[in-house]
């Protein structure tokens, strides 16, 4: 079985900017893969050769074992531009309609509304796009990739103007999709949003990735801190196993211990060292 | 072929809901008013117009006058393509309206070439109703009728058609704003194609008729203009019918069954440049 996503030594120049410079990365199926990085760091660029909006100056990206900017793989994925727009004058349902007609589903009226209450949108069925808010549009957005059922979803900031409740919406969304076993590229600065959902996190830096694994892999030990009648003292480059034991050497040399904490650093922490603080 | 039809569906719809088109509409009532108003001073007075030997009163007032009404339609229909047509591209893109359409199973040559047929699907009839009403309101008050009803009107629709099609190319190349200017600037140079050749004809310089004539070529909606000029009198032969296709901003000097086709080869050239551009573009 093909990766949803396989991308191999992908580049991209725009001129004397290089945007990507070779990057390989897979989403497997049923998976939901988190891309960080600051801006400039090419996460867009990677999503838009993706989805066929861009063409790699070097390097391959193959959407379920096809050609990434070819028809048969637009027909196996869904896209939610990081910055998109609908004609102002269609209604919630209408757009829907045509992005079912242009993606060949089969789903009719069933889907729409299935797709509505997904995002929660069903009231706003009849609403016409200009008199939504911009968390509604974006909403409708996520609606509007998934129309079709694809199995690989392209998210480029799908949370970026939604408040705290649909941000939860659409992390409930992903996770209800990951049991469905579609799979995922979402391109997020909010980290926090990342850990919570993603089974894998790659984080980018200058056209390259520079880290990868599960945010538990990450997010790495800091070592053991244990508060004691002499003060509080860190053991570093210990971990949660050595703890009983570091417990024990103390209180056999005369300690009292009042606690005991396992530090480790956060997704956040570790990107930021990743990328040296860079933001921009 | 469904997915065209989609496209141009929501390339019509769009085109339906701009506000150009309703201030098209305004601009339209407007024209055709004030035509009617000049038809009705020329007709009613049509003892004091003073036309060439030989040539009769009423015939030459008629051909003049519809000749204007000729120019205002190609103007306006110009003006529709133009607004409906020079941001396909690059403005849906800033707009961030293009990226959801492009990312479906659908080429963006059929995107291309959908969009076109939506513009037209606008452009042509609201060029052929333009057509005929200024025909019913010079036949009407002044008794003239073309020596040929429906070619001139096809024509214009062709030549707007053509006009949308370098709107379309221009699209995805340039800005919205820099789109405008530069077919504005061409409908521009075809015009002043037509005065070049109607100044080479009073100056009787051959060198300066074939320089408009190449200009004409080169931008087929002018030498379409000329045609649809020419097919005005197309029955009435010899200096009379030469005297009689001279239309207000440059005669029609330019015509026949080669530039016909010399346009739709054209369009097939403007076509593919657009569609080679488009596919190499990233957005």
Redesign the interface.
């Known amino acids: 079985m093909p990766a949803a996503l396989a991308v191999r030594g992908l580049a991209k120049r ?1 001129g004397a900017v290089e945007a990507l410079a070779g990057v390989d990365l897979d989403v497997r199926e049923g998976e939901l893969v988190g891309l960080l990085g600051p801006n400039g760091a090419g996460k867009s660029t990677l999503v ?1 050769i993706a ?5 790699a100056s070097r390097g391959t990206a193959e959407i379920c074992g096809v050609r990434a900017d070819s ?2 793989a ?2 196996k ?1 869904g ?1 939610l ?1 990081e ?5 102002g ?1 269609y209604s919630a349902d209408e757009v829907l309609e ?2 079912q ?4 589903s089969c789903g009719g009226e069933r889907e729409r509304t299935e797709l509505l209450e997904l995002v929660g949108l069903a009231d706003a069925r009849r609403r016409r796009v200009e008199e939504m808010s911009k968390g509604m549009q974006q909403r409708l ?1 996520v609606a ?1 990739a998934l129309v079709g059922s694809p199995p690989l979803l392209l998210l480029d900031e799908p949370t970026s103007a939604l408040d705290p409740v649909g941000r939860r919406t659409v992390r409930e969304l992903l996770e209800e999709l990951r049991s469905r076993g579609t799979s995922v590229l979402l391109n997020s600065h909010l980290l926090s949003e990342i850990e919570l959902v993603c089974d894998r996190v790659a984080i980018l830096l200058h056209g390259r990735l520079v880290a990868e694994g599960s945010p538990a892999e990450l997010a790495r030990s800091r070592g053991v801190e244990i508060e004691t009648d002499g003060g509080t003292r860190l053991f570093e480059g210990t971990t949660r196993e050595d703890a009983p034991r570091l417990v024990a050497e103390l209180v056999a040399g005369g300690r009292k211990v009042y606690g005991v904490r396992v530090l480790t650093s956060t997704l956040e922490e570790t990107y930021l060292e990743a990328v040296g603080g860079e933001s921009s | 072929m ?2 065209v039809l ?2 141009a569906g ?1 390339g019509l ?2 085109a339906l ?1 701009r506000k150009v088109f309703a201030v098209v509409l305004l601009l339209t009532v407007a024209f055709l008013g004030l035509f009617w108003l000049a038809n009705h001073f020329l007709f009613e007075h049509i003892d004091n117009v003073a036309p060439p030997a030989g040539i009769d009163a009423r015939g030459f007032a008629g051909a003049t006058i519809f000749g204007l009404a000729m120019f205002g339609t190609l103007f306006l229909g110009v003006v529709l393509a133009v607004f409906l047509t020079l941001g396909v591209v690059s403005g849906d893109a800033e ?3 293009l ?9 963006r040559v059929t995107l291309l070439v959908a969009r076109w047929l939506g513009a037209v699907a606008v452009c042509a009839p609201y060029v052929g109703l333009v057509y005929l009403g200024t025909m019913l309101i010079t036949g009407l008050t002044g008794h003239w009728w073309p020596d040929n009803l429906v070619t001139p009107g096809v024509e214009l629709a062709a030549g707007v058609a053509v006009v949308a099609a370098l709107s379309l190319l221009g699209s995805v190349f340039l800005s919205s704003t820099a789109n405008g200017i530069a077919i504005f600037m061409l409908f521009g140079a075809g015009l002043v194609a037509g005065l070049l050749g109607t100044i080479g004809h009073g100056l009787n310089s051959h060198q300066l008729e074939r320089a408009a004539k190449i200009a004409a070529w080169l931008l087929p909606f002018e030498a379409l203009y000329q045609d649809a000029l020419r097919q005005l009198t197309a029955k009435t032969s010899g200096l009379t019918g030469f005297l009689l296709t001279l239309g207000p901003f440059g005669g029609g000097y330019t015509g026949g069954t080669a530039v016909r086709l010399w346009a739709v080869a054209y369009l097939l050239i403007v076509g593919t440049v657009a569609a080679i551009g488009f596919t ?1 573009r ?2």
């Open positions: 725009y838009k989805c066929g909006l861009v063409r028809r048969e637009r027909r994925m896209y531009a910055l998109f727009r609908f004609p004058w045509l992005h007609r242009l993606s060949e957005g509007q | 469904s997915s989609t496209i929501y719809r769009e809901r707009r961030g309206l990226q959801p359409l492009i990312v479906r199973p659908v080429g190499r990233d957005l």
